[in-house]
């Protein structure tokens, strides 16, 4: 789309996204005390001292992906979610996710990217791990890479209209509908017609 082309959306986009992943992120950390979850290949032994926001801001300076790969990267966590509901995004695995999902969207998405050594130098982890990542990440969408416009479109939609109508979300404020999501969901039925898609109500 050729707003995600203007040099003043991504660097908002991002702010945005890692906003709410890290709500996400932190609701799921408290969900966890009263529901099972499984330990998993992105779940780490320790918190990454870096922030969402600035592992999200890295992962757009060095991955040199196009633009949309983010949106679809958005896409990606969404559906490994809803597939995955014992492997809720929380500050354990929200990192390891995020450079995995940019990694497989840019592999779909662009005619030229960085292969898996580079991209685990820019997320910090290993070669290896970041082989093993994409494998459980690939198994875990049930390979449904494949983005249709309307989906696409829905998706990019949600974000720029949830920008206009509210700043980064305060991550002290517990009612962001992506909370009970992306462990998550925005949750779209990408099988409905566009004109039923919607945000489930918070």
Do not use: W
Not at 28 to 43: A, E, T
Not at 50 to 75: E, G, H, M, T, W
Not at 91 to 101: A, P, Q, Y
Request: charged letters at 15%; glycine letters at 2%.
């Amino acid at each position: 789309m050729a707003e995600l082309e203007n040099p003043n959306m991504m660097p908002n986009l991002i702010i945005f996204m890692s906003s709410l992943l890290q709500k996400v992120a932190e609701s799921n950390d408290l969900n966890c005390r009263f529901q099972p979850q499984k330990i998993s290949v992105f779940h780490g032994l320790t918190r990454p001292t870096i922030s969402v926001q600035d592992y999200l801001d890295r992962i757009y300076k060095y991955a040199n992906c196009s633009p949309s790969c983010f949106i679809v990267a958005y896409v990606y966590l969404d559906r490994f979610a809803q597939r995955q509901p014992s492997l809720p995004i929380n500050s354990f695995n929200v990192h390891r996710l995020l450079i995995t999902s940019v990694m497989v969207a840019a592999k779909f998405m662009d005619d030229m990217y960085y292969n898996n050594a580079y991209y685990a130098k820019v997320g910090g982890v290993s070669t290896t791990e970041m082989n093993f990542l994409e494998v459980d990440f690939l198994f875990g969408l049930g390979f449904h890479l494949n983005v249709t416009p309307n989906t696409f479109h829905t998706y990019y939609s949600y974000l720029q209209r949830e920008m206009i109508l509210q700043p980064p979300p305060n991550i002290a404020e517990p009612s962001l509908s992506l909370g009970r999501s992306l462990k998550v969901h925005l949750c779209f039925n990408e099988e409905e017609s566009s004109h039923q898609k919607q945000q489930l109500a918070v």
